[in-house]
């Protein structure tokens, strides 16, 4: 008799089962699509909208906060020949470091003493750190949609937790700079990058004084794997950043020693809410995919810390270290987070690539499984900040 024929059998030797590993693979590539398509078009959304924000405050003609004032009023005193740093009048009045007062008086005698210009200089400065995060993360990982997303998780969190874009300040100038460094340090060999990156770390500490953390951070970073370059580090840093600061501090009298340390330490206090509200709210709240995946990277087999690519865990320690004196200022406000925003959207896809090449390599799973597993992270994360937007805006 001959053999009946099962319903499986009549969709032939080539057909696809619901259940079969070829379905299955498919369904996550049409899912892992999807993810990549949907980080696309939220990091451009983001761009778009940061923009659109940022050049409707750039031509208002009051300052948007008192820090925009003393840069205008600093420059001013530079552009015309005047001191440097004098007593200040209002003991509240923020106090600056020259970098940014400096860049803007090069400029007025071209373009005008608006406010418009500082602004301006803030939100080139913030782009460019957005493009060099979106190539580092480019080079460290090979793929592109997680370093745009990452650019976009910066601008997202920038516009949403940390006082909006078009205000004129030093962070961003600062930040440029640190990531430049880090860049050099990361991605050159021999000396040369040594020299280059402790020139840009002192340009960055004469911008804003946080990045002082930064360039202690990348110094450790030298101690484990490259102890050669660490001691030319070491002694670039107490020529340039020390000697530096002796030299000014001669051709520019006791205000600027003021300006430097008293004026810090005078806005110290001992807040503890703050410290809960920092790694609480925006850590392991608003920034908690990033913050949690990181924490996760310190469970691998391959210490995270070590070779060229731990140089990027240095700097997020610098981050957590300058955030949390941040919060201990009475001068504290959103603006302090821009540095956390920065470091987090950096190193969280970082850390997601290492903890995915990970997970890879388990029975069962596949390198196509953990891409998705970290594309459905980062868009979890949008989602995080999206619940940032006031009620109003609706």
Same mark, same amino acid.
């Given at each position: 008799?001959?053999?009946?024929?099962?319903?499986?059998?009549?969709?032939?030797?080539?057909?696809?089962?619901?259940?079969?590993?070829?379905? &299955?693979?498919?369904? *996550?590539?049409?899912?892992?699509?999807?993810?990549?398509?949907?980080?696309?078009?939220?990091?451009?959304?983001?761009?778009?909208?940061?923009?659109?924000?940022?050049?409707?405050?750039?031509?208002?003609?009051?300052?948007?906060?008192?820090?925009?004032?003393?840069?205008?009023?600093?420059?001013?005193?530079?552009?015309?020949?005047?001191?440097?740093?004098?007593?200040?009048?209002?003991?509240?009045?923020? @106090?600056?470091?020259?970098? /940014?007062?400096?860049?803007?008086? +090069?400029?007025?005698?071209?373009?005008?003493?608006?406010?418009?210009?500082?602004?301006?200089?803030?939100?080139?400065?913030?782009?460019?750190?957005?493009?060099?995060?979106?190539?580092? $993360?480019?080079?460290?990982?090979?793929?592109?949609?997680?370093?745009?997303?990452?650019?976009?998780?910066?601008?997202?969190?920038?516009?949403?937790?940390?006082?909006?874009?078009?205000?004129? *300040?030093?962070?961003?100038?600062?930040?440029? #700079? @640190? #990531?430049?460094?880090?860049? &050099?340090?990361? /991605?050159?060999?021999?000396?040369?990058?040594?020299? @280059?990156?402790?020139? $840009?770390?002192?340009?960055?500490?004469?911008?804003?004084?946080?990045? $002082?953390?930064?360039?202690?951070?990348? =110094?450790?970073?030298?101690?484990?794997?490259? *102890?050669? *370059?660490?001691?030319?580090?070491?002694?670039?840093?107490?020529?340039?950043? =020390?000697? =530096? !600061?002796?030299?000014?501090?001669?051709?520019?009298?006791?205000?600027?020693?003021?300006? &430097?340390?008293?004026?810090?330490?005078?806005?110290?206090?001992?807040?503890?809410?703050?410290?809960?509200? !920092?790694?609480?709210?925006?850590?392991?709240?608003? +920034?908690?995919?990033?913050?949690?995946?990181?924490?996760?990277?310190?469970?691998?087999?391959?210490?995270?810390?070590?070779?060229?690519?731990?140089?990027?865990? !240095?700097?997020?320690?610098?981050?957590?270290?300058?955030?949390? #004196?941040? &919060?201990?200022?009475?001068?504290?406000?959103?603006?302090?987070?821009?540095?956390?925003?920065?470091?987090?959207?950096?190193?969280?896809?970082?850390?997601?690539?290492? @903890?995915?090449?990970?997970?890879?390599?388990?029975?069962?799973?596949?390198?196509?499984?953990?891409?998705?597993?970290?594309?459905?992270?980062?868009? #979890?994360?949008?989602?995080?900040?999206?619940?940032?937007?006031?009620?109003?805006?609706?």
């Amino acid at each position: 008799m001959a053999e009946p024929v099962s319903a499986d059998n009549t969709m032939g030797p080539t057909a696809t089962r619901a259940g079969s590993p070829i379905s &299955t693979t498919r369904k *996550r590539r049409m899912f892992t699509r999807f993810l990549r398509i949907l980080l696309w078009t939220a990091s451009a959304t983001a761009a778009v909208a940061f923009l659109i924000v940022a050049i409707r405050r750039m031509f208002i003609a009051t300052p948007l906060d008192p820090i925009e004032g003393a840069i205008l009023d600093h420059a001013l005193r530079i552009s015309n020949g005047g001191p440097w740093y004098v007593e200040p009048v209002d003991p509240a009045a923020p @106090v600056l470091m020259p970098g /940014f007062p400096f860049l803007v008086s +090069l400029l007025m005698p071209t373009f005008g003493t608006g406010l418009w210009l500082p602004r301006l200089l803030s939100l080139l400065a913030a782009l460019a750190a957005v493009a060099l995060v979106i190539r580092i $993360v480019q080079a460290e990982c090979l793929d592109w949609t997680l370093a745009v997303a990452s650019g976009g998780l910066m601008l997202a969190g920038y516009a949403l937790l940390a006082g909006g874009p078009g205000v004129a *300040r030093p962070e961003p100038i600062m930040l440029l #700079l @640190v #990531l430049a460094g880090y860049w &050099t340090l990361r /991605f050159t060999h021999g000396f040369t990058g040594v020299v @280059v990156a402790v020139v $840009v770390f002192a340009a960055a500490s004469l911008t804003q004084l946080t990045a $002082v953390w930064f360039t202690a951070a990348a =110094g450790v970073s030298q101690a484990f794997d490259e *102890r050669k *370059r660490l001691v030319a580090f070491a002694l670039g840093v107490a020529l340039v950043h =020390g000697g =530096g !600061y002796a030299m000014l501090s001669q051709l520019w009298g006791p205000w600027f020693n003021d300006a &430097t340390w008293n004026a810090l330490l005078r806005t110290l206090q001992f807040d503890p809410l703050g410290l809960l509200h !920092y790694a609480g709210d925006a850590l392991l709240g608003k +920034l908690g995919v990033l913050t949690l995946t990181i924490v996760l990277s310190f469970a691998l087999p391959n210490p995270a810390w070590r070779a060229r690519g731990g140089i990027w865990l !240095y700097l997020g320690i610098a981050m957590v270290g300058a955030g949390l #004196l941040a &919060t201990q200022s009475t001068r504290v406000g959103p603006q302090a987070l821009i540095p956390t925003v920065t470091v987090l959207a950096l190193i969280g896809p970082l850390s997601m690539q290492r @903890v995915m090449k990970h997970l890879a390599t388990w029975p069962g799973s596949t390198r196509l499984a953990g891409q998705g597993v970290v594309l459905a992270a980062l868009a #979890l994360q949008f989602f995080m900040l999206l619940s940032s937007l006031p009620p109003s805006l609706f």
